[in-house]
């Protein structure tokens, strides 16, 4: 019965996406996430999103964008989307010389809100998972790759997903 109360805080932000398919209005939970609403909107403001392909469509379940291996980056892509937001403004200077890749993903864990959770379609979150600390913290380099590239991606649910609260940083609800 709890669930039919909406217990999300209310928006602080909005965004309209444009999209091949329409645009797409995102309110923001900037109070709640402050890190990842502001390089996502710069990211959005430096046109990084533009042209960017959705490339997992999943039915019922989410729909996904962000850094992808194609043809449009040159070399690593990791490497490109480091050095691209370092030059960027989406990124705090004390962050970016953090030495975690500029973005201080560490603070995930610090902006995870449990008033906000996959109860509803239409939730943003970060598509990096958080580290839930299994394997004492040892990564292989094909893992580390992944998790880079998921580092830059985000998705938007189409179905409620309460498996995966708690385990990806929700920073935004689609609107309408």
């Known amino acids: 019965m709890s669930q039919v109360y909406s217990t999300e805080p209310n928006p602080t932000g909005r965004l309209v996406l444009e999209t091949t398919h329409g645009p797409i209005d995102i309110q923001l939970f900037c109070k709640e ?5 502001r390089t996502f909107l710069q990211l ?3 046109g990084y999103f533009t042209d960017m392909i959705w490339h997992r469509c999943l039915d019922n379940f989410l729909i996904q964008t962000g850094l992808t291996r194609d043809e449009t980056m ?7 989307m480091e ?7 989406a990124v705090p200077a004390k962050l970016a010389l953090s030495g975690d890749g500029g973005l201080g993903w560490d603070r995930k864990k610090f902006e995870l809100n449990p008033r906000i ?3 509803h379609r239409g939730q943003v ?8 600390g299994k394997n004492g913290g040892n990564v292989s380099s094909e893992e580390s790759a992944e998790k880079a590239l998921l580092r830059y991606q985000f998705f ?3 179905d409620e997903a309460p498996f995966l ?5 929700i920073f935004g609800t689609v609107s309408g």
């Open 33 to 37: 996430c402050p890190t990842t609403c």
């Open 44 to 46: 959005c403001l430096d």
């Open 74 to 80: 040159t070399g690593n892509p990791v490497e490109d």
């Open 83 to 89: 050095g691209y937001l370092k030059r960027s403004s």
């Open 117 to 119: 959770r996959f109860n």
């Open 125 to 132: 979150a970060m598509a990096l998972p958080l580290d839930d």
């Open 156 to 158: 938007v649910t189409l």
């Open 165 to 169: 609260d708690a385990k990806h940083v």
